[in-house]
């Protein structure tokens, strides 16, 4: 038996464009403010506020993030995140339509349409198959770690090293109507309620940068919220849905993916065919892994269709062989006919296996109970005072 010339899936390009906006850090009180009638250090006001945060179960954030080396790709959002990272956000970034990203156990996902990934340089194979899907990304891709900055306790460890000068004094000024105390940082301004108990109300910060001095530094522009028990109960209801019941199709945009060479097959006597693929990771990456998956497809107008499927692991950089097989379990015959096999394949990515999507169900579950219990913010408070 012979096969036909390989049939490779055809990739989708997407073009880069640049949206519009601009991160303003201006003011956020009403106009002409005032120092308070009686001078107010900040320092102990800021720290105040700061120590209720680090205690809070969650937040809530409303407004816009950036680069903070490029604010014309500006994006609007509302999110929570608790004290165990968890988040569930959703967003506009140059479009009509609200996109949704939710972040657990450290894996960054989106769901947007169409025109939110032509403004992304995602060259892989499958993303005609983004929109219709979450997909998992990179903190960098998005522009924001919301598990890695703006947990309640990762929030204050960053602002603390913005925090204002041993002289400096609050300015008392009006928010919304309301009198708040604004606090000039190094890099950026505050404002917290004049009333104790102090507590952040607003934060306007030219590069929110994680604590720790690794991961992805965002500009912030963004109103406090209070979140209630039953507000963080649905967000972890709503991950362990997605979980459970919609990452089993989820793409993975983290790195480029692209057929290495042409596919191989062989057929066997019986009926027995065998497809093999070769795949390379094509990004330029230096470190990370992506799965990758082939459905093969075996075709004849007599004997029909069969299909195969087999996945693995690629390794930035790298290339891995992925093969599957096939059996048209043909009787032998004393007058032996030969049939054309044609086969083709289709490359694709998944963000988790089978097990792994296991794995952060029971992850979005143990956060869930530290969370509720208040654990994760004393674990996470113990780390501080460690680091």
Known sequence: MRTTTPVAAATVFALSTTGCGLLGLGSGGDPDPSPSPTPVSAGPVFEEALTALEEAPAIQLQGQFSDPEDT?????????????????GTFQAGTDDEASYFEADGKLFVKADDDYWLTHDVFNPDSD?????WVRITHEQFGLDPGGVLTPAGLAESLRLLAPGDDAEVVEEKLDGVVVYR???????VWITSEAPHQLVRMQVEELAPAEGEGVSSRIDASFAEVDTATVEQLYDDLITYAEDELGSARDARLEVAWAEEL????????ACTMIGTIEETSGA??????????GYFNNDELGEKTCNKSGTLEAGGT??????IDYAL??????????ISFEALLSTRALSGDAREELVAAIKEQREATLSGDAGEEAAEEGEDS
């Open 72 to 88: 014309s790709d500006v994006v609007n959002t509302s999110l929570t995140v608790t004290d165990a990272g968890a988040a569930l």
């Open 129 to 133: 198959a983004y929109s219709d899907n």
């Open 183 to 189: 606090v000039e940082l190094s890099g950026g301004t």
């Open 320 to 325: 891995v062989e992925l093969s599957c097989s």
């Open 264 to 271: 191989g097959g062989d057929c066997q006597t019986g009926g």
């Open 286 to 295: 230096s470190e990370g892994s992506i799965l990758v998956r082939m459905d």
């Open 331 to 340: 009787a032998p015959s004393a007058d032996p006919v030969t049939y054309t």
